[in-house]
T-cell receptor
Framework: SQTIHQWPATLVQPVGSPLSLECTVE??????LYWYRQAAGRGLQLLFY??????ISSEVPQNLSASRPQDRQFILSSKKLLLSDSGFYLC??????????????FGPGTRLTVT | RKEVEQDPGPFNVPEGATVAFNCTYS??????FFWYRQDCRKEPKLLMS???SGNEDGRFTAQLNRASQYISLLIRDSKLSDSATYLC?????????FGKGTKLSVKP
């Protein structure tokens, strides 16, 4: 079966510091991968999605970036965090596993607080 | 801007009640529709896909009306454990739009 991991679970960072969040998927090959942010009291906002190694699409202009160095690894980064970057960051995957290929499955998330 | 709109609630219902959530989507090109459940401070979890013919999974029934761009979720015989936020989702690969969620609270 497929599993998705994210770390760290929680993070408190000062404004202006860098960020690196990691997501890995097990049990599937060539998944589509996604990064979302959920701010307090708001819906999920798609930040990036990737259909393959090195292929990243950005949905929202911001000071964040994403990379996919390996098939099942997705990294979210920032060089300098802003207060507005605080939120719940969720990684998700979808793929042709016999289920609806558009169904997305989420990792446990990283709760980021920028102080 | 492509949106998915749903009543934020909260819906406060007694155990055993039947509750219905409704949702509308603005992008007529959307191909896939889902309901997700999100518990407080947890990740969303897929509850069920929604098909034009309607589909049922135990106490949960989902319906899609493409002509009206409308999605519904019916929960019968509510349990305390059904308390959560329910997210309506529509779109296609790489572009799923999530609604902000409807909060359900089932009381004893």
């Amino acid at each position: 079966s497929q599993t998705i991991h994210q770390w760290p679970a929680t993070l408190v960072q000062p404004v202006g510091s860098p960020l690196s969040l990691e997501c890995t998927v097990e049990g599937t090959s060539n998944p589509n991968l996604y990064w979302y942010r959920q701010a307090a009291g708001r819906g999920l906002q798609l930040l990036f999605y990737s259909v393959g190694i090195g292929q990243i699409s950005s949905e929202v202009p911001q000071n964040l970036s994403a990379s996919r160095p390996q098939d099942r690894q997705f990294i979210l980064s920032s060089k300098k965090l802003l207060l507005s970057d605080s939120g719940f960051y969720l990684c998700a995957w979808s793929g042709f596993t016999g289920l609806d290929p558009y169904e997305q499955y989420f990792g446990p998330g990283t709760r980021l607080t920028v102080t | 801007r492509k949106e998915v709109e749903q009543d934020p609630g909260p819906f406060n219902v007694p155990e055993g009640a039947t509750v219905a959530f409704n949702c509308t989507y603005s992008n007529s090109a959307s191909q896939s529709f889902f309901w997700y459940r999100q518990d407080c401070r947890k990740e969303p979890k897929l509850l069920m896909s929604v098909y034009s013919s309607g589909n049922e999974d135990g106490r949960f029934t989902a319906q899609l009306n493409r002509a009206s761009q409308y999605i519904s979720l019916l929960i019968r015989d509510s349990k305390l454990s059904d308390s959560a936020t329910y997210l309506c989702v529509g779109g296609s690969q790489g572009n799923l739009i999530f609604g902000k969620g409807t909060k359900l609270s089932v009381k004893p």
